[in-house]
């Protein structure tokens, strides 16, 4: 008899979390690939902006990459990579451009060249059926998100800004230099908080030139974003002399997704003073 996944262990984001293993061969050499399970409510997207390449999510799902970095931080076989795809990719809650596949790889043992990139990309969505189940450990990370200051004592902190994100063959690699640094963005992950004026939060990941290579920003309102982006671009897509090229079609979909954002916080303004809402979308 198969096994039937139930959901509320699905939904189960906590340590001891369950996961996907897959092995998969890429670049000459075999992989095991670990990805979430269907059911977890969590939700990424990406984009490049400023030349930085973004990790977005709400603070459900950065709880959900700190747990997924610092559990591989203590994966000592080579080989081992952290994929997260469909179904728990979502578009920009800026403009619905469509997100990338985002890769953790624990670069102090694990290669990831473009010739790997290349391979699992290629793989990507996988649909056959997992090897088997992993219980992902993350003893210490909720001590360490307790006192963060404590983790991060200027001491520690010297010697672990060197890890790398990149773009490669249409993948976001988040890829550390060693465990420990895989550790501080764990905690710089789980850590974040978008609940003031902004509603929103943010944190640099990688090397520092003229700018960081990586930043994971959280919204307060990431999954009503997305929905209101989505709106906005088929609004905008519908329009018989909508744009082709994105440089031009992306301004008219944020001035769309803000008239929309602002006619909704309109009609519930109008809600709770017990009027009749106004029209639009």
């Known amino acids: 008899m198969r096994a039937v996944q139930r959901p509320a262990n699905a939904r189960y984001t906590g340590d001891g979390m369950k996961l996907h293993r897959r092995t998969l061969r890429l670049a000459g050499r075999d992989h095991t690939v670990v990805g979430l399970r269907p059911g977890a409510r969590v939700r990424f997207s990406t984009n490049l902006f400023h030349g930085t390449w973004h990790v977005l999510s ?6 959900v990459l700190g747990r997924l970095l610092w559990g591989l931080s203590y994966q000592a076989r080579p080989g081992t990579l952290v994929v997260v795809d469909r179904p728990f990719l979502v578009p920009t809650p800026f403009d619905a451009d469509p997100a990338d596949p985002i890769v953790l790889v624990p670069a102090w043992h694990t290669p990831f060249t473009g010739k790997t990139a290349r391979d699992l990309a290629r793989r990507l969505p996988v649909r056959r059926p997992p090897d088997g189940t992993v219980r992902w450990r993350t003893h210490g990370l909720d001590d360490a998100l307790a006192d963060w200051q404590e983790w ?34 764990a905690v710089l992950a789980g850590g974040m908080n978008p609940s003031g004026r902004h509603g929103m939060d943010y944190v640099y990941f990688g090397s520092w030139g003229h700018g960081s290579e990586g930043e994971i920003q ?42 929309i954002k602002r006619r909704r916080a309109a009609a519930a303004a109008t809600r709770r003073a017990g009027g009749a809402p106004a029209p639009g979308p």
């Open 218 to 259: 959280v919204f307060r309102g990431f999954h009503r974003d997305v929905s209101v982006s989505r709106r906005a671009r088929a609004d905008v897509l519908a329009c018989p002399d909508a744009p082709a090229d994105p440089a031009e079609l992306r301004p008219l979909i944020w001035d769309r997704h803000d008239l």
């Open 58 to 63: 709400d603070p459900r799902g950065a709880r």
């Open 152 to 185: 991060f004592r200027a001491e520690w902190w010297k010697d672990r800004c060197d890890g790398r994100v990149k773009r490669l063959h249409g993948l976001v690699a988040l890829m550390p230099r060693t465990p420990l640094e895989m550790r501080d963005w």
